[in-house]
Nanobody, 127 residues
Framework: QVQLVESGGGLVQPGGSLRLSCAAS????????MGWFRQAPGKEREGVAAIYTGVVRTRYADFVKGRFTISRDNAKNTVYLQMNSLRPEDTAMYYCAADVPPLGGVCALNPNAYNYWGQGTQVTVSS
């Protein structure tokens, strides 16, 4: 049974940092697409970053490039999202997702490409 458990969210001031973690189980973590997504109230879910856990390939949404970093630890079956220089507009529920990688291992940022989801962790950026 696939399980994804997010942690690390919270309240942070603008300009601050948070590191989200997603602990995975129930599948072969070392050759999987793992993605971070977010959804703010009244908005659609959007892709933030994705990583192929095999030969590491990463993708980022333009609005987080240079601020967020996705990484993974295959020994711990965990993917991380380091978020720096946070802005109020980054406030959202952040979700971790997983699915089988496409040929070539370039993971999608489209939420519809992922079938397995965690419950989410809230990130609030406010002074």
């Amino acid at each position: 049974q696939v399980q994804l458990v997010e942690s690390g969210g919270g309240l942070v001031q603008p300009g601050g940092s948070l590191r989200l973690s997603c602990a995975a189980s129930g599948f072969t973590f070392s050759s999987t697409c793992m993605g971070w997504f977010r959804q703010a109230p009244g908005k659609e879910r959007e892709g933030v970053a994705a990583i192929y856990t095999g030969v590491v390939r990463t993708r980022y949404a333009d609005f987080v490039k240079g601020r967020f970093t996705i990484s993974r630890d295959n020994a711990k079956n965990t993917v991380y999202l380091q978020m720096n220089s946070l802005r109020p507009e980054d406030t959202a529920m952040y979700y971790c997702a997983a699915d089988v990688p496409p040929l070539g291992g370039v993971c999608a940022l489209n939420p519809n490409a992922y079938n397995y989801w965690g419950q989410g962790t809230q990130v609030t950026v406010s002074s």
